[in-house]
């Protein structure tokens, strides 16, 4: 729903983006979960190797991902929220701790700052009918690619507004899929955007989707709002 | 995504629907997580509290929930699926340990059918922007809601075909909140959605959505599915 990049949270994500590199130094080094694991399937490898060939001439960037979006910059954490006790947040994507078993991805953002490509594979985690992937699960999917691709566009946090998908086949668990998002206008504050999400090969298209994001001022979350 | 009380996991649904009892006897006892536990806050037990009482003259049910939509029936899962190596699946919903780190809910069914009410907290594991529940943690809230409902409506599978969500005001993570979702029409195959997500007091509309959901026949995964 809200991607932000802005205040301190700003120089981590643009520089997922590779736009300007973080502000202070940070004594936390997160991990970039945006690259391959014992989880990852062999056609996930293969795509992803595909895709970092495709993006060595520089017109693509593959964009970092971590377990929380603050993982970068705990100073941040505890200027904007406070003291984080007992289990602290996580990304919604990143909250499993198995390798494979939720949602493995890696976002390419294209040169043009308005397109994103995101290859995901959805294991046994995101079931919702018995062997095919949650309607939500795809939405999160959708939602993520778009948002990322908004939040480039914007260089500010933006937040969705709408968003349209339809479901064109039933998504089995284990498959590896690409959403390719793309920024169809940008007028004032609004941004619309369109994605597909289609199996590596092309041959299936699973969903399409309209979304609209907003960019916002950057909001600071309530305390009350803290489990 | 998808919605199933078809083959032997039709009595698995249809009875926590309230309908029929299961078909044969099970040699597993799964949990039903549908109700408190130590991770609920004080706001979602008494919310739960509520719908509970209100439930009592027969207007509403309570529908149980499990880790994984087929642990009511092992038998089915080696029959449709066949034997389970490594992680097994689990259902989108369910499948975090910790208790409200994700997703809490329980899910009420009105006597017409027609109508569902899902209450639910949405814990830090949840997270989009620093603060705030991701856009496809509230998507698939909705589709949970509406998809229930659907299933209700229908007596057989249904999918996902269509989902239209306006977000209208950022939901901060420990929330509880109550997505209201009824059926508008059913025409053939078709079954038309609306849903609300307020907060417990009514005051705070975070999200409206639309869906439309088609009946099918009850699809075998294919193998090839499974991790």
Chains 1, 2 share one sequence.
Not at 15 to 34: E, F, I
Not at 129 to 154: E, Q, S, Y
Not at 190 to 214: H, M, N, P, Q, W
């Amino acid at each position: 729903m809200w991607r932000s990049c802005g205040a301190g949270a700003r120089a981590v994500v643009a520089h997922g983006l590779g736009r300007v590199p973080p502000t202070a130094p940070c004594s936390v080094s997160p991990q970039d979960l945006a690259v391959p694991n014992a989880g990852w399937s062999v056609a996930m490898r293969e795509q992803f190797q595909h895709l970092l060939r495709r993006a060595a001439d520089g017109s693509w960037r593959r964009i970092p991902s971590y377990r929380r979006g603050l993982d970068y910059l705990p100073e941040v954490v505890q200027m904007v929220v406070g003291p984080v006790t007992g289990p602290g947040p996580r990304h919604f994507l990143r909250n499993l701790d198995a390798e494979g078993a939720g949602f493995e991805y890696a976002i390419f953002l294209h040169s043009s700052g308005h397109r994103t490509q995101c290859l995901c594979q959805l294991g046994p985690y995101l079931e919702g009918h018995h062997g095919f992937a949650h309607g939500g699960a795809i939405a999160t999917l959708i939602d993520t690619t778009v948002g990322t691709c908004a939040l480039a566009v914007a260089k500010t946090s933006v937040m969705t507004a709408k968003l349209n998908i339809s479901y064109l086949a039933p998504m089995p668990v284990g498959a590896v899929v690409v959403a390719d998002s793309r920024m169809e206008r940008h007028e004032g504050r609004k941004i619309f955007l369109s994605c597909r999400v289609r199996d590596t090969k092309g041959d299936t298209l699973y969903a399409e989707a309209t979304a609209l994001f907003i960019q916002v001022e950057d909001t600071k979350p309530p305390p009350a709002a803290r489990p």
